[in-house]
C-alpha cells in the first residue's frame, strides 16, 4: 500500500494541515496519493520523512514501488 495514504489513513491528519507544513501542490499531494505515485525528488521526500515523523521513508516508497521478487522453483 502507498506508505503516505496510510500514514494519512491513519493519522487521520486532513490534506489542508498537511499542506500547511509541506510546500507541494494540491494537485502533486494527489498524485503522491494514488496507486501509482510518482517518485519525488530527494527534497520532497525529506519533507514526507519531517512531516510524517519518519513514518514514510524512502525504503518504504521505495518497496511500495518495487515489490520483492517472486521466488521462482524449478520442478
Do not use: C, H
Not at 23 to 52: G, H, N
Amino acid at each position: 500500500m502507498n506508505p503516505l495514504r496510510q500514514w494519512f489513513d491513519t493519522t487521520g491528519i486532513t490534506r489542508e494541515e498537511f499542506l500547511a507544513k509541506v510546500p507541494i501542490s494540491q494537485s502533486y499531494l494527489t498524485m503522491l496519493l494514488s496507486e501509482t505515485p510518482p517518485w519525488p525528488s530527494r527534497a520532497v521526500l525529506r519533507l514526507l520523512v519531517e512531516a510524517t515523523d519518519g513514518a514514510v521513508t524512502a525504503d518504504k516508497w521505495l518497496a511500495q514501488n518495487n515489490p520483492p521478487p517472486q521466488r521462482i522453483t524449478r520442478d
